[in-house]
């Protein structure tokens, strides 16, 4: 039996939800449309987020967005988990290795969620992944992890047809268990421009929990030669590996 929510509980999460999921701001109307709620109780719990600073509007409280406490909400949520000290321990060596951007993820039920990320050195445009959530099926991240579950627990989770972020985007569910079924056999994934054009992805599980949660990623160019993607992944392997050891022998679960 699914648990009874709280309606002004579950309205007050989506709202939040769909502000942080907006690059811009958005007006009650656009508010209304992506949640669907009533214009009378959104108003009434918008005004009571912006008195309580999740919310921030401009002066003609015309458009909102997320505000503040949100942010220290989101930060507590990294400063407790055990897991990240030592992951991004393993970021660091990792990158220092390959020069390549890595990421840290985990998986938030149909999404992956970026929970660390070290940026190339190379790099000319970073883009802030850090608090980031996107769909499971378009990342190497969120294959590998999907990847631990079964068919039918992918096919329960993951809508149909699946969202395409570019031209390369898988989005046939069945398509995508032959991939995870792929994944499974040689122990790691890999996309090619499924998320971002011109990025290609590896990834690896963090097998400190049954099924793992947690996956780290390297992301590169997608033009790279095939000798470069197997040096580079061998190596996201290797320290994935060892930090899935560390964080087993520390006890942390």
Known sequence: MEPQLVKSAERTVRILEALA??????????????????????????RTLVELNWVETNS??????????????????LDKDPALPFAQETLEDLRD??????HFAR????HV?????????EADHVIPRVGRRLPAHVTALGQVLLAQLTDDEVIALL?????????????????????????????WSYEREQGTHGVACAAVAVDYRI???????????????AAAVEQITEAVIKHTRKLAATLRREGIR
Not at 27 to 33: A, F, G, P, V
Not at 113 to 121: K, N
Not at 211 to 225: H, K, V, Y
């Open 60 to 77: 003609a409280r015309s458009a909102f967005g997320i505000g503040p406490h949100a942010l220290l909400t989101g930060t507590a949520y």
């Open 21 to 46: 999921e907006s690059h811009d701001s958005l007006t009650l109307s656009e508010l209304q449309q992506r949640t669907g709620f009533p214009r009378s109780s959104l108003h009434a719990l918008m």
């Open 211 to 225: 099924p793992a949660t947690d996956a780290i990623s390297c992301s590169m160019p997608a033009g790279l030669e």
């Open 107 to 110: 998986r938030d039920g149909a």
């Open 113 to 121: 969620l970026y929970l660390a990320t070290r940026e190339s050195r």
């Open 159 to 187: 809508p149909d047809p699946l969202t395409g972020l570019t031209e390369h985007t898988i989005t046939d569910l069945a398509k995508l268990t032959g991939e995870l079924d792929q994944v499974r056999t040689r122990g």
């Open 97 to 102: 290795e390959i020069g390549q951007t890595v």
